[in-house]
């Protein structure tokens, strides 16, 4: 129990900072460059796990897209009935 205390409380206490800047930066007029840096900052920091995955990680999922490609390219698409006469099976 204490540890998810540990883990979570610094994640919902830079939550609760973030939306209050961004709160702050919306609905009081007087809002300045500490509320604008905490929201920036925050969301700068959102994009971080997208783009910051081991090398070996990347590899592996880059690989996983190129051959899902190929697969696909591989694949005969499917057009939907043909009309009768026009020389596919069963003409």
Do not use: F, Y
């Amino acid at each position: 129990m204490a540890g998810r205390i540990v883990r979570w409380a610094p994640a919902l206490g830079l939550g609760a900072l973030w939306w209050w800047a961004v709160l702050r930066l919306t609905l009081v007029p007087d809002a300045g460059a500490l509320e604008a840096a905490v929201a920036v900052g925050g969301w700068g920091l959102s994009l971080l796990p997208v783009h910051c995955v081991p090398k070996s990680r990347a590899t592996r999922v880059v690989g996983a897209v190129h051959l899902l490609a190929r697969l696909k390219r591989r694949q005969p698409r499917h057009r939907g009935p043909r009309p009768a006469g026009s020389g596919g099976p069963g003409s």
